[in-house]
């Protein structure tokens, strides 16, 4: 049976322009899909539906994060004077070293797919720590949610702290119970696979050469995504030089693995990706993970996102928590723009990002890692936020003004449904100890 | 009689670091000043004073803003696809223009007022428009409010819509019956005059000599501050060297007229400020004040503002409503920070600002221009937000680490309580159409 919604809907299709429709219907079929977006229930063909008339609201495609570290949730926020290396070493990982203690990841995890719920983001590629119970519970609060998300069990053996390293095997055997509660989980939900494991090198320095070759036969072997670090700082990248002499780049020492675009591939940051590395993206088909507040905070630099639009490389947005402080992808969106204003005004060689662009990047482009997620053209699984902006509308403003005026100066009180796959999802339930 | 109150007291007396008082006392005298802050009743010589426990409440100085135009409050989060010049033009200049309106400008205004209460701005630093009445109502309003502000009637009078632009003549009488408004309503409401008006020519490319010259003799008669727009964008420098061609630099362009530290003096931007004009700053006193969230928006650039601070020069924060988008100078101080850092990272040569270093900029260094405002030493007025962040603290924190992630993460439903010179502020009333 057809459910019908109408608003003001709201969405892209390409980079250049959003679609919209003053009043509009939208059609979502009993598998949770976009059947058509009209003026009017004929031109839907859904004349006997049921519609959901959603008044004066916003409708738009849900938000999708390309790249967040779940167990760094507590340190949002927190430790914003260090650059990246000093920033692992003294808060991050002794932060995902209490991940080993179920009870801690529990309280953790439930407060951040709760607050994933909260922003509006209803798809996300996750880093979990090494640990496989707590990365399964994770796992599974999302699956509770109703939510889709990849997630990585991280693997790690090399340059920190004992109790965040594990062996090859454990990591391999780890992977594999991973799966298996998927696929028991998968037919337990009758649910397409929203929420699945994803291979995660957390990054090379981090990884052995036997690490890192075993992680790319996990990919090969049962055809999963990958996500990992790339060439986010300087002095990162030249310990990679350090560390991985003979690969032409930093990028190279994941191809050289089978981890750079041989499965599905997102890798987060690119903040100086060039030359041989930018065209090996593109060769591969990687896609970038733009992570522009954690850019700031961690004093990386600004990732030059026009110019892998303008060579067809396709880019999504990342909250990056902890790096980043921004859980919502709409404020991502704002500092993505920013960005690409001071490349802009430091070169003037290319223009800066549009409102629509970067909604498209979070959108549509970052929801193509997910499958047919992120627009409302017919097919699309419906991941949809109603936005009810009234309380920011103290004058007249067009639609589109709305939406700006949303992304810059709205929050998670204007959001007031969420859908994921045609489904509303209206939380996560209890937060333990929290006070809402 | 003097009131107590006791909470986890974090305030600044220089830049490099914080006071921090857990659980401790506050004395405010019945002239609204702080008389000490102590671990103890009887430290505080006040053992027989009434006490407000704030609780687990952290208690801070409340914020200011040096750089805002109320008139923009429409246009907050719109039209950020263009530069300067053509924003003034297309957006800015036309919005303006409604303010001749008294009804408009009434519910703006009302809005504006609002919402810096509701962020927990207390004092401003506030650019209206050229129209006298519309401006003496929104000095009205922050004095009902009571609320500290200086309010400039903006003077212009070339390269602007006509609707905009105002005599020589009409301009000084138009201060002086804002003089002579504030002068009775200072009785009237028997308090410090919290509320006064500013001199406030627009920028030079907006006044003729002929309009700086009588700005600057009206600050001199009667012993006004003035606020301007100083080296914001290279497009506007280079027009104010066409048309001040005398003037050794922008700045030197309002020395000339009297309107550079001659009375107290704050310039927006300075994001190209260097060489002469930093040291005519230096010379004169002048306030910079740094607007990091409308420099990133407008593709102004990035102000040097470790450099002013390594030269002793006075920084405050500026939202820059609407160039700006965060009417919270909480979020300004990120963005201060995200500024430096990018210096920081290009050039290394300077480290990048400190959480304290934005906080003491944002409380007692902007507070400086109104007064003694901005800390909790003895003999400054109260201003002070209290700050309730349970739902922010899903873990153990320090207080300083809540007051990190409160700057960080927090908005206006973490603020709880807003005082100013002493007395509670608890809202402007009636907003109309509002939702609220």
């Known amino acids: 049976m057809n459910k019908v919604y109408k608003a003001h809907i709201i969405y892209t299709r390409q980079a250049d322009s959003f679609e919209v429709l003053e009043n509009g219907y939208i059609g979502v079929n009993g598998k949770g899909c976009v059947t058509g977006v009209a003026a009017d229930l004929a031109s839907l063909g859904c004349e006997d539906a049921e519609v959901t008339d959603l008044g004066d609201c916003l409708l738009i495609p849900a938000m999708n994060d390309l790249h967040v570290h779940a167990p760094q949730y507590r340190n949002q926020g927190l430790a914003m004077d260090l650059e990246l290396l000093p920033w692992l070493q003294n808060y991050t990982f002794p932060e995902e070293m209490k991940f080993a203690n179920l009870s801690y990841a529990e309280r953790m995890y439930r407060r951040f797919v709760h607050d994933l719920w909260r922003f509006g983001t209803m798809r996300s590629c996750v880093f979990a720590t090494v640990h496989t119970e707590s990365t399964r519970l994770l796992m599974d609060l999302f699956r509770d949610a109703g939510m889709g998300a990849l997630v990585g069990k991280v693997a790690m053996n090399r340059n920190c702290p004992a109790g965040l390293q594990e ?3 454990d990591m391999v055997k780890g992977y594999e119970e991973l799966l298996a509660c998927s696929q028991s989980s998968r037919r337990k939900v009758s649910e397409a696979d ?56 930093y990028g190279d020492a994941y191809d050289r693995y089978g981890l750079f675009g041989q499965t599905p591939t997102v890798m987060a940051h690119c903040v100086w990706t060039a030359g041989e590395e930018l065209e090996l993206i593109k060769r591969r088909d990687v896609m970038v993970a733009h992570c522009p507040t954690s850019n700031f905070n961690v004093a990386s630099g600004m990732a030059p996102v026009r110019q892998f639009l303008d060579e067809g490389i396709h880019v999504g947005l990342g909250s990056d928590i902890s790096g980043g402080h921004c859980l919502s992808i709409f404020k991502v969106m ?77 929050d998670d009180r204007q959001i007031t449904h969420r859908f994921c796959g045609g489904r509303e999802i209206t939380g996560i339930g209890n937060l333990g100890t929290s006070t809402e």
Chains 1, 2 share one sequence.
């Open 167 to 169: 062996s090859v095997e």
């Open 194 to 249: 929203k929420v699945r494991p994803i291979i995660t090198p957390r990054f090379i320095p981090s990884c052995t050469p036997e690490m890192l070759r075993a992680c790319g036969e996990l990919a090969g072997k049962y055809g999963l995504p990958v996500q990992s670090h790339l060439s986010e700082n300087r002095d990162e990248i030249a310990w990679v030089r350090e560390l991985e002499k003979e690969s032409k780049c």
């Open 334 to 410: 704002v500092y993505a723009i920013q960005v690409s204003k001071m490349h802009y005004q430091q070169n003037h060689k290319r223009p800066f990002l549009t409102l629509s662009e970067v909604f498209w990047m979070a959108t549509k482009e970052a929801g193509s890692f997910f499958g047919r997620v992120g627009s409302f053209e017919p097919g699309y699984e419906f991941d949809a936020l109603v936005i009810d902006d009234k309380d920011l509308n103290h004058d007249n403003y067009t639609v589109l003004e709305r939406l700006e005026r949303y992304i810059y100066l709205g």
